[in-house]
T-cell receptor
Framework: EDKVVQSPLSLVVHEGDTVTLNCSYE??????LLWYKQEKKAPTFLFML????IEKKSGRLSSILDKKELFSILNITATQTGDSAVYLC??????????????FGKGTHLIIQP | DGGITQSPKYLFRKEGQNVTLSCEQN?????MYWYRQDPGQGLRLIYY???????QKGDIAEGYSVSREKKESFPLTVTSAQKNPTAFYLC?????????????FGDGTRLSIL
């Protein structure tokens, strides 16, 4: 059974701090690792990583994948209160029969204090 | 603007009642998915569909049913056989059925038992 484990489950930091969120995965026929940000409602897509060692960057957020060690990290620098959210990590695989959906971790609940 | 529309936002179910959650997308995506999210938990896959008139069970399909008669629409019925239906339900779609693709989410339906 596919599994995605995120740590920590919750994190409280002060505005301006840098945070690192962790995600380890065991996904059959692994194809991609995805990060989402969920505030109140719909998760919004942040990154999709398929190649090991290549950093994806968007403003203050960046992510990297290690396919040998089966983990990914999401970094947020100079955090702002608007970064407060649940960050979800998901692994995508391919069974050969079609879309399998994604396997999600439980999420990291990040709170940024002013 | 293209997107995924879920309705209603809030839904209440009486004992023994079937209820149907609507999901419509105008992104021209082939694949559609239904997830359930419980407090403090990640998303769990209920059903997914690669193409019209085809759908597959996910990890927690018992007590749920779906149909895919049109490309744009993927309604989920929560039947009376689902004994613990209180949860946040998210519908998603992706451009391809090859697995591991980014999924775009609707704003969700929150279902509660009366």
């Amino acid at each position: 059974e596919d599994k995605v484990v995120q740590s920590p489950l919750s994190l409280v930091v002060h505005e301006g701090d840098t945070v690192t969120l962790n995600c380890s995965y065991e996904v059959t026929n692994f194809r991609s690792l995805l990060w989402y940000k969920q505030e109140k409602k719909a998760p919004t897509f942040l990154f999709m990583l398929t190649s090991s060692g290549i950093e994806k960057k968007s403003g203050r957020l960046s992510s990297i994948l290690d396919k040998k060690e089966l983990f990914s990290i999401l970094n947020i620098t100079a955090t702002q209160t608007g970064d407060s959210a649940v960050y979800l990590c998901a692994g995508g695989g391919y069974s050969g029969g079609g879309a399998d959906g994604l396997t999600f971790g439980k999420g990291t609940h990040l709170i940024i204090q002013p | 603007d293209g997107g995924i529309t879920q309705s209603p936002k809030y839904l209440f179910r009486k004992e023994g009642q079937n209820v149907t959650l609507s999901c419509e997308q105008n992104l021209n995506h082939d694949a559609m998915y239904w997830y359930r999210q419980d407090p403090g938990q990640g998303l769990r896959l209920i059903y997914y569909s690669q193409i019209v008139n085809d759908f597959q069970k996910g990890d927690i399909a018992e007590g749920y049913s779906v149909s895919r008669e049109k490309k744009e629409s993927f309604p989920l019925t929560v039947t009376s056989a689902q004994k613990n239906p209180t949860a946040f339900y998210l519908c998603a779609s992706s451009i391809a059925w090859t697995g591991g693709q980014p999924q775009h989410f609707g704003d969700g339906t929150r279902l509660s038992i009366l």
